[in-house]
């Protein structure tokens, strides 16, 4: 089995109708494929399976790995996939910096203060020195976005998931944090399946475009 995320035969099931007609799909790391089709077609489910996330009236069905490991077979704490939605979900009552460490997995003889230096350099690295100790209520809609991304990046995916995470911003930011998310899939060698409405998102990021087809 060849590295990076792949699925043979893909369906998925509301109950007993099937939503889109089944696909194959294979992203090599470094490789960013655009996921599009029409809405309540099941892109977003689709991500969310892959994490084994579904609602309980939801089922997919077919085969699906990550470097080779069968992740039907694994809970989703152990898919190690990192899922990025619209909304930069931060936890409202942690700072930017406690929100960044939740994510950080812990090493060894690590303190508190390591911890805190880990944190503080990723920050930086994201032009966002000394942001450690904001309120995410504060941050403008770009600031939340990096935040958000970092926050997945430090949590050490084996793979990138993204839920339509640009379709909120303004065309200048939308080129900025998109930008950012395909240097930091492709600079970390991470397989990155991409949901998107806009068939031309493909084409911006120099990537590979699926089409969903509903069934009807």
């Known amino acids: 089995m060849s590295a990076g995320l792949v699925g043979r035969d893909l369906a998925l099931w509301l109950d007993e109708r099937r939503l889109f007609r089944p696909l194959d799909l294979a992203v090599v790391p470094g ?14 489910s689709l991500l969310l399976a892959f994490c084994g996330l579904l609602p309980g009236r939801f089922r997919l069905t077919g085969d699906w790995w990550l470097d ?17 939605f619209q909304e930069a979900l931060l936890l409202p009552h942690l700072t930017v910096g406690e929100n960044l460490a939740l994510a950080l997995p812990r090493r060894r003889g690590e303190g508190a203060a390591a ?12 032009q966002l020195e000394g942001y450690a100790d904001r309120d995410p209520a504060t941050l403008s809609g770009g600031q939340r976005a990096r935040v958000a991304l970092l926050r997945t990046l430090l949590s050490g995916p084996r793979a990138l998931l993204l839920d339509e995470p640009f379709a909120a911003l303004d065309p200048a930011l939308r080129t900025e944090i998109r930008g950012l998310v395909v240097a930091a899939a492709r600079r970390a060698g991470l397989p990155c399946l991409l949901v998107s ?7 911006s990021l120099g990537a590979r475009r699926l089409e969903m087809i509903p069934e009807p």
């Open 197 to 203: 409405h806009d068939p031309w998102e493909a084409a």
């Open 115 to 126: 911890r805190r230096a880990r944190v503080a350099e990723t920050l930086a690295e994201a």
């Open 68 to 84: 080779g490991t069968d992740l039907r077979a694994l809970p989703p704490e152990s898919r190690h996939l990192g899922l990025l």
């Open 31 to 44: 490789e960013i494929l655009v996921l599009t089709g029409p809405s309540g077609c099941g892109k977003s």
